[in-house]
């Protein structure tokens, strides 16, 4: 079975970085597209951003657009957020995401395996 593995969370600075890996195993990903989407208190679950494993080729929202940035690595089957620029309103609980497809999308609904998150609190 497919388990998705986060890591890399923490208590940052508004201004800082932090890059965050999702571990992925239990199948061959590369005609998956993965996911990471995060969730603040009180405010339902949303889009980050997603990547085509095979094709490497990218999407985000329009919130963090130039300041994350999703990548993978095949030899270790993770996938990567590098986080930049981070402000208060980025603290939330960040969750990876893989589904069987290699459309890209927005929607959680659309996503088949989660991982159990990663709590990243930005102070200001």
């Known amino acids: 079975q497919v388990q998705l593995v986060e890591s890399g969370g923490g208590l940052v600075q508004a201004g800082g970085s932090l890059r965050l890996s999702c571990a992925a195993s239990?199948?061959?990903?590369?005609?998956?597209?993965m996911g990471w989407f995060r969730q603040a208190p009180g405010k339902e679950r949303e889009f980050v951003a997603a990547?085509?494993?095979?094709?490497?080729?990218?999407y985000y929202a329009d919130t963090v657009k130039g300041r994350f940035t999703i990548s993978r690595d095949n030899a270790k089957n993770t996938v990567y957020l590098q986080m930049n620029s981070l402000r208060p309103e980025d603290t939330a609980v960040y969750y990876c995401?893989?589904?069987?497809?290699?459309?890209?999308?927005?929607?959680?609904?659309?996503?088949?395996?989660w991982g159990q998150g990663t709590q990243v609190t930005v102070s200001s």
């Open positions: 995401a893989a589904k069987r497809t290699v459309l890209l999308g927005t929607h959680d609904t659309t996503y088949d395996y």
């Open positions: 239990g199948r061959t990903f590369s005609s998956y597209t």
């Open positions: 990547i085509r494993w095979g094709a490497g080729s990218t």
